[in-house]
T-cell receptor, first 114, second 112 residues
Framework: EPEVTQTPSHQVTQMGQEVILRCVPI?????FYWYRQILGQKVEFLVS????????KSEIFDDQFSVERPDGSNFTLKIRSTKLEDSAMYFC????????????FGPGTRLLVL | QKEVEQNSGPLSVPEGAIASLNCTYS??????FFWYRQYSGKSPELIMS????GDKEDGRFTAQLNKASQYVSLLIRDSQPSDSATYLC????????????FGAGTRLAVHP
């Protein structure tokens, strides 16, 4: 069964460093998303991406964040200068269609900013 | 602010019983509703989706949607210890391109 994959599973970084989180969505999916979950809190939407551009982003997704689909399979989230409060689990998701779609989540990357 | 509310639990049920999980949402014109299961430290795993008023059954799971009351529920029949997890209600809101708004989740504990 096809699944969303994410690398790395864990990332530890120093405050102010750049990190890139990688995702490989399900191959025939067209819509891609990043969510995050701070420990003990809700899953929060960050950004959606379609046709090589951002279709929607949340207030959390400020200028420190960017997304890219550098090739036909990868989808990346970059945090330019990490802050302590960026420590969270980051989930990539993908869906095949827009309406009445199901978003399938990857296993997540646990980011710890020291 | 469009919200999704769930009772945080824990909801404790004996093995074999029916577990009933509830969710309310504030955006009256929301169209798509999802239940995800999340084990500790893991990612959300889709259990069911529901789009129309009424019941939708899949194995031991039944989702119920009442748009007039802005209420969606999940019933788990014959609960098993392996069902012990946090159950997340997610709503695709109107006016959002495709984002899901999640509730905080209800922790379910099924004891033998």
């Amino acid at each position: 069964e096809p699944e969303v994959t994410q690398t790395p599973s864990h990332q530890v970084t120093q405050m102010g460093q750049e990190v890139i989180l990688r995702c490989v969505p399900i191959s025939n999916h067209l819509y891609f998303y990043w969510y995050r979950q701070i420990l003990g809190q809700k899953v929060e939407f960050l950004v959606s991406f379609y046709n090589n551009e951002i279709s929607e982003k949340s207030e959390i997704f400020d200028d420190q964040f960017s997304v890219e689909r550098p090739d036909g399979s990868n989808f990346t989230l970059k945090i330019r200068s990490t802050k302590l409060e960026d420590s969270a689990m980051y989930f990539c998701a993908s869906s095949e269609e827009l309406l009445q779609e199901t978003q399938y989540f990857g296993p997540g990357t646990r980011l710890l900013v020291l | 602010q469009k919200e999704v509310e769930q009772n945080s639990g824990p909801l404790s049920v004996p093995e074999g019983a029916i577990a009933s999980l509830n969710c309310t949402y504030s955006d009256r014109v929301s169209q798509s509703f999802f239940w995800y299961r999340q084990y500790s430290g893991k990612s959300p795993e889709l259990i069911m989706s529901i789009y129309s008023n009424g019941d939708k059954e899949d194995g031991r799971f039944t989702a119920q949607l009442n748009k007039a009351s802005q209420y969606v529920s999940l019933l788990i029949r014959d609960s098993q210890p392996s069902d012990s997890a946090t159950y997340l209600c997610a709503v695709r809101i109107s006016g959002g391109y495709n984002k899901l708004i999640f509730g905080a989740g209800t922790r379910l504990a099924v004891h033998p």
